[in-house]
C-alpha cells in the first residue's frame, strides 16, 4: 500500500514549456486534490476533484489544468510555465464511506518544481 | 470566506521544554480544524482534528490543542518536546467535512538539544 504516489520529484522547466504532474492513490478514496506550496504562504488549493469524472476550482486555478483520469489518478497541466509557477506541488486524497464523512487528506510526497 | 492566522513564523524550544503553537482562525459558522505537521522533504501528516464535542483534542506524538470557540483560536500544545518533533505544523480549518482545506502560513518548531 503506497499511498499517495507523485511523479516527478523534480523538475526544472523554462518559461513557456508544459508538463503534466502526475498523482496516484491507491486507498479506494473518492476526493483528489493538488495544492501548491510556497514559503510563509501555506499550501493553497489549486483544483479538486469530489468524485470521479468532476473537477473544481479552488483558490488558484489560473494557469493550471487538471484531469482526473480515473478513480485513482488526478494529473496537473501547466500548459506555459511561468517563473510564478515556481513552487513544490502537492497532491492528497480522502475518502467518503457509506458509514459517514471522512475528515483527513492524505498527502504525497511533493513535486519540486523550478521554473526558469 | 474563512483565514487562518498561525502567530509564530518560527517557534525554537529546548528539548523537554513545552511548546505552544498558536493558531487563530476567522469564520462565521462552524468549522472543522486540523492540524497537520510536515517533516523536512516530506508531505503532510494529519496530527489532530477538532470536529465538535469535547474542546480539549488529543492527536498522535504526544500533541494536543484545544478548541476555543469564543478566542477563535485552535492552539496546539506539547508538555516536552523531543528534537523528532522539529518539523513545520500547519494549522487548517474547513467548512466541508474536510474538503477546501484552507491552511495557515505554517510554524517551523526548531528543537535544540
Known amino acids: 500500500n503506497a499511498g499517495v504516489t507523485q511523479t516527478p520529484k523534480f523538475q526544472v522547466l523554462k518559461t513557456g514549456q508544459s508538463m503534466t504532474l502526475q498523482c496516484a492513490q491507491d486507498?479506494?478514496?473518492?476526493?483528489m486534490y493538488w495544492y501548491r506550496q510556497d514559503p510563509g504562504m501555506g499550501l493553497r488549493l489549486i483544483y479538486y476533484?469530489?468524485?470521479?469524472?468532476?473537477?473544481d476550482k479552488g483558490e488558484v486555478p489560473n494557469g493550471y489544468n487538471v484531469s482526473r483520469l480515473n478513480k485513482r489518478e488526478f494529473s496537473l497541466r501547466l500548459e506555459s510555465a511561468a517563473p510564478s509557477q515556481t513552487s513544490v506541488y502537492f497532491c492528497?486524497?480522502?475518502?467518503?464511506?457509506?458509514?459517514?464523512?471522512?475528515?483527513?487528506?492524505?498527502f504525497g510526497p511533493g513535486t519540486r518544481l523550478t521554473v526558469t | 470566506a474563512q483565514s487562518v492566522t498561525q502567530l509564530d513564523s518560527q517557534v525554537p524550544v529546548f528539548e523537554e521544554a513545552p511548546v505552544e503553537l498558536r493558531c487563530n482562525y476567522s469564520?462565521?459558522?462552524?468549522?472543522?480544524l486540523f492540524w497537520y505537521v510536515q517533516y523536512p522533504n516530506q508531505g503532510l501528516q494529519l496530527l489532530l482534528k477538532?470536529?465538535?464535542?469535547?474542546?480539549l483534542v488529543k492527536g498522535i506524538n504526544g500533541f494536543e490543542a484545544e478548541f476555543n470557540k469564543s478566542q477563535t483560536s485552535f492552539h496546539l500544545r506539547k508538555p516536552s518536546v523531543h528534537i523528532s518533533d522539529t518539523a513545520e505544523y500547519f494549522c487548517?480549518?474547513?467548512?466541508?467535512?474536510?474538503?477546501?482545506?484552507?491552511f495557515g502560513a505554517g510554524t517551523i518548531l526548531r528543537v535544540k538539544s
Open positions: 469564520s462565521s459558522v462552524s468549522v472543522y
Open positions: 492528497a486524497s480522502k475518502e467518503f464511506p457509506e458509514g459517514g464523512p471522512s475528515y483527513e487528506q492524505y
Open positions: 476533484s469530489a468524485s470521479e469524472g468532476t473537477t
Open positions: 487548517a480549518v474547513s467548512l466541508e467535512y474536510g474538503n477546501k482545506l484552507v
Open positions: 477538532y470536529l465538535s464535542g469535547s474542546t
Open positions: 486507498m479506494n478514496h473518492n476526493s
